[in-house]
C-alpha cells in the first residue's frame, strides 16, 4: 500500500455542510465529534476546507440556493471522494418532500454513496457510516491510484 | 490608503454550523457595512402548513428548527388550544415546564461550545458539549428521542414522568450542575474570553429597543423581557426573575446566556418537587376556528406564532416570527465598525439560527 493510500484510510478529513432542512442532524453530526461519541479516535477531523477534505457530510434538504453551493464543495473536493447524506431529508426529502422549492434528495445535485434515513440521525448511526465512508474511500483511492498510473 | 474590498463570509464557514452569507464591505481591517444574505435553508414551511391536517402540522411545526424543536411544537399546541379552548391538565403543564427547560439547557450548552470555538477556544468547546450530553441523556430518557421527541401534543403532553424518571433527572442535574460550574468558570474568569469579548459589538439599550432586539440579546442590553413571564404552562406558579446585564457587549449577552443555565436548572427542581398527579392528556375534538397569536421564549428570544383557521382540516394561514429574525437589524448595527476577526464572535453573540429564521 502506497503511503497515500495509508494515509487516506489512516486519517480522512471530514467537511460538513447544512443544505437546509432543521439542523436537527447538523448538531447530531457535530456531537459525533465532541467527547461522549468522538470520531476522532478514528483519525477524523473536522475541516472547513474542501480542499482538504475527503468525505463530505451533507444534512438537510437541498433547494435551488444551497444547491449551487453544494455542487460547489463537491467539485473542490480532490479525488477520491465519498459522500454521506445523513438524516431523511438529504435522502428523500422527507416531510418536506412535496414543497415548492426542494429537490427530493441531495442526489438529484451531487452523487451520494451512503445514505443514512433517520428523523435526526442517531450519532451511532452517523459513526457507523463514516466507518462505512473510510473503506470506500480505500476501495475508490485504489480504483483512482490505477486509472492514473 | 486601499479602496474599499467586499469579502463574502459563507455560506459554507467552519464557525457555523448552517449557511448564512455576508458580504462584508470592508474598508482595511474594519467593516463599513454588512448585507445578509439568506435563503438557503428555505422550505416552505408555512406554505406547507396550509395543505397539510392541523394534528399532522405539529411535526411540521417541530420540524422548523432541530435545537429548539420543543418549544416550536410547545407554541403550536398552544396556540390550537387557545383556538379550540382546550383546558391542558395540571401535570402536563409542569411537564412542558421541564422539557422546555431542558430543550433552552441543551441549546444554551451548545450556543456557549460554538462560541468557544469561534474565539479558538477548542478544549472549552469539547467541555461544553461533553456537559450538554448530560442534557442529552436526560432528553432521552424522559422524552424518547434526541432531537425529535414529539412529547407535546395538543391537549397535553404524550408521555408521563415515572418515579424512575424523576429520579434519573435528579441524579443527572446535579452532575450537570458540578460540570456546569467548571465551565461557567472558565467563561468568566478567563482573560482571553474577556479580551475577546468584552467591549465587541456594543448594543446600547436605546437601540435594542429601537431595533427590536429579543430574548438574551435584549437582556444583554439591561432590558428585562422575558416572555416566560407571561405565565403559559407553568412558568406562572414558579420563582424565577429575568436574568440581565448592563454592560451591552457580546461578554454581557454571553453571560446572561450562562446563568440562564443556571435558572433552568433550578426551575427544573422546582417544577419537579410541584409536579401534580393526575392525567396527562386531554382528548381534543372538533376543528379550530378563529385567529390566535402566541408569544413563547424560546432559548434565542421571542417566538410568535399567529394561526388562522376557518373550520376545515387544515389552517387558512400559518405565521411564525422566529426571534433571530428579530436580532438580524440589531446584528447589522453591530458589525457596523468592527474588525473583520470579530465578526464570527459577533454573529454567534445574537445565536443565529438560520433554520428557524427562513422556514
Known amino acids: 500500500m502506497s503511503l497515500v493510500a495509508l ?33 476522532e479516535r478514528f483519525g477524523m477531523v473536522n475541516t472547513g476546507n474542501p480542499k482538504h477534505a475527503d468525505v463530505l457530510i451533507v444534512t438537510g434538504c437541498v433547494n435551488a440556493r444551497s444547491g449551487r453551493v453544494l455542487r460547489n464543495l463537491y467539485s473542490q473536493m480532490p ?67 490505477a486509472r492514473r498510473s | 490608503m486601499i479602496g474599499k474590498t467586499v469579502i463574502p463570509f459563507g455560506p459554507q464557514h467552519a464557525v457555523f454550523p448552517e449557511p448564512f452569507h455576508w458580504r462584508l464591505v470592508m474598508e482595511e481591517e474594519r467593516v463599513l457595512d454588512a448585507i ?8 416552505g414551511i408555512e406554505q406547507l402548513a396550509t395543505r397539510m391536517e392541523f394534528a399532522k402540522t405539529l411535526f411540521l411545526a417541530e420540524r422548523v428548527c432541530g435545537i429548539c424543536s420543543f418549544m416550536h411544537a410547545l407554541a403550536y399546541a398552544e396556540s390550537l388550544e387557545k383556538l379550540m379552548d382546550v383546558e391542558v391538565p395540571p401535570r402536563a403543564k409542569y411537564l412542558r ?35 450538554r450530553e ?9 422524552e424518547g428521542g434526541r432531537v425529535m421527541t414529539s412529547s407535546v ?44 469579548t468584552v467591549g465587541v459589538g456594543i448594543l446600547s439599550k436605546e437601540d435594542s429597543i429601537r431595533l427590536g432586539a429579543v430574548g438574551p440579546t435584549l437582556r444583554g442590553s439591561g432590558v428585562a423581557q422575558d416572555m416566560r413571564m407571561l405565565g403559559y404552562a407553568a412558568y406562572g406558579e414558579l420563582e424565577f426573575q429575568p436574568v440581565v446585564e448592563d454592560s451591552c457587549d457580546s461578554y ?93 464572535v459577533i454573529t454567534l453573540s445574537i445565536d443565529t439560527c438560520i433554520a428557524c429564521t427562513e422556514r
Not at chain 1, 435526526?120 to 483512482?144: C, N, Q, T
Not at chain 2, 460554538?114 to 478544549?123: H, K, P, R, T
Not at chain 2, 450542575?177 to 474568569?189: A, H, K, M, R
Open chain 2, 36 to 43: 445578509p444574505g439568506i435563503g438557503y435553508m428555505h422550505r
Open chain 2, 97 to 131: 415546564t421541564i422539557w422546555a427547560e431542558l430543550a433552552r439547557l441543551q441549546s444554551h450548552l451548545l450556543w456557549i461550545g460554538l462560541a468557544a470555538d469561534a474565539f479558538g477556544f477548542e478544549s472549552l468547546f469539547m467541555q461544553a458539549w461533553r456537559v
Open chain 1, 7 to 39: 494515509s487516506r484510510k489512516k486519517s480522512p478529513w471530514l467537511l460538513h455542510f447544512e443544505t437546509g432542512g432543521c439542523n436537527g442532524c447538523a448538531i447530531e453530526v457535530w456531537a459525533c465529534l465532541t467527547p461522549v461519541y468522538d470520531v
Open chain 2, 252 to 344: 454581557a449577552r454571553m453571560v446572561v446566556r450562562l446563568k440562564e443555565c443556571f435558572q433552568s436548572i433550578n426551575l427544573i427542581r422546582q417544577a419537579i418537587k410541584k409536579l401534580p398527579d393526575g392525567d396527562v392528556l386531554v382528548k381534543v375534538r372538533g376543528k379550530p376556528e378563529g385567529e390566535v397569536v402566541t408569544r413563547i421564549e424560546q432559548p434565542r428570544g421571542e417566538l410568535l406564532y399567529y394561526i388562522k383557521a376557518n373550520g376545515t382540516k387544515s389552517l387558512e394561514r400559518f405565521r411564525i416570527r422566529t426571534p433571530t429574525l428579530s436580532n438580524l437589524p440589531p446584528l447589522m448595527h453591530m458589525i457596523k465598525g468592527a474588525c473583520l476577526a470579530d465578526v464570527p
Open chain 2, 134 to 142: 448530560y442534557v442529552m441523556d436526560m432528553v432521552e430518557f424522559t
Open chain 2, 153 to 196: 401534543t395538543i391537549g397535553g403532553v404524550r408521555r408521563d414522568l415515572h418515579e424512575e424518571a424523576i429520579e434519573f433527572l435528579l441524579e443527572n442535574l446535579d452532575k450537570l450542575e458540578v460540570g456546569f460550574e467548571e465551565v461557567y468558570q472558565v467563561f468568566t474568569e478567563d482573560p482571553l474570553i474577556k479580551h475577546r
Open chain 1, 79 to 145: 479525488e477520491p471522494k465519498v459522500v454521506i447524506a445523513v438524516g431523511v431529508c438529504a435522502c428523500t426529502g422527507g416531510i418536506f418532500h412535496d414543497s415548492y422549492n426542494l429537490a427530493p434528495g441531495a442526489d438529484r445535485a451531487i452523487p451520494v454513496d451512503i445514505y443514512i434515513p433517520n428523523c435526526a440521525a442517531r450519532p451511532e448511526a452517523i459513526i457507523d457510516s463514516v466507518l462505512h465512508a473510510v473503506d470506500l474511500l480505500e476501495e475508490k483511492g485504489r480504483s483512482y491510484d
